[in-house]
Antibody
Framework: EVQLLESGGGLVQPGGSLRLSCAAS????????MSWVRQAPGKGLEWLSG????????YHADSVKGRFTISRDNSKNTLYLQMNSLRAEDTAVYYC???????????????WGQGTLVTVSS | QSVLTQPPSVSGAPGQRVTISCTGS?????????VHWYQQLPGTAPKVLIY???NRPSGVPDRFSASKSGTSASLAITGLQAEDEADYYC???????????FGGGTKLTVL
């Protein structure tokens, strides 16, 4: 059974940093691209970052480029999101998601974690 | 403003049919990127409902179907049930943004 378990969320002050983790199990972690998606309170889903199975290629939405960094440790079956220079508008539930598909143009997210809440406030 | 445009809300009575549209552009749906649909029940993580434009994962009732044409896609739900009340999102890949994009979401209310 595929399981994704996020951790690392919490309250952080504006300008601060936080690192989220996503522990994966139930599938060959290194064989799949992964992504982070967030949802601000009462708002829709926003794709943030993605990376290939090897971690060699990474992608970030313009809204977080230069501030957030996605990475993975395939030896630990864990996905990370390093978040720096946090702003109030980064307050959201952050989900990790497993990607399925052959090419970028058809990737979709077939498994999601339960999410971890990040609150940016003074 | 989302790259993929969905109506904010739709509603229907039990047993009725509703459709949810997802309008993109020549850099995503119109560029032959596939469209996927997710259902998010209140307080839970999203769940894939339709993948690769028309396919249902096992366990998703055949009351849910979808189509894609040109720069748009559509999700149809027939025989509406109270349990279908949720938020629905479309998703695709945008070649101009070099990333994946979601629609703004549509809240389905079963009257």
């Amino acid at each position: 059974e595929v399981q994704l378990l996020e951790s690392g969320g919490g309250l952080v002050q504006p300008g601060g940093s936080l690192r989220l983790s996503c522990a994966a199990s139930g599938f060959t972690f290194s064989g799949f691209a992964m992504s982070w998606v967030r949802q601000a309170p009462g708002k829709g889903l926003e794709w943030l970052s993605g990376l290939t199975g090897s971690g060699g290629d990474t992608y970030h939405a313009d809204s977080v480029k230069g501030r957030f960094t996605i990475s993975r440790d395939n030896s630990k079956n864990t996905l990370y999101l390093q978040m720096n220079s946090l702003r109030a508008e980064d307050t959201a539930v952050y989900y990790c998601a497993k990607a399925e598909g052959r090419t970028y143009s058809n990737y979709y997210f077939d498994y999601w974690g339960q999410g971890t809440l990040v609150t940016v406030s003074s | 403003q989302s790259v993929l445009t969905q109506p904010p809300s739709v509603s229907g009575a039990p047993g009725q049919r509703v459709t949810i549209s997802c309008t993109g552009s020549s850099s995503n749906i119109g560029a032959d990127s596939d469209v996927h649909w997710y259902q998010q029940l209140p307080g839970t993580a999203p769940k894939v409902l339709i993948y690769l434009n028309i396919n249902r994962p096992s366990g998703v009732p055949d009351r849910f179907s979808a189509s894609k044409s040109g720069t748009s896609a559509s999700l149809a739900i027939t025989g509406l049930q109270a349990e279908d009340e949720a938020d629905y999102y479309c998703q695709s890949y945008d070649s101009s943004l070099s990333g994946w994009v979601f629609g703004g979401g549509t809240k389905l209310t079963v009257l």
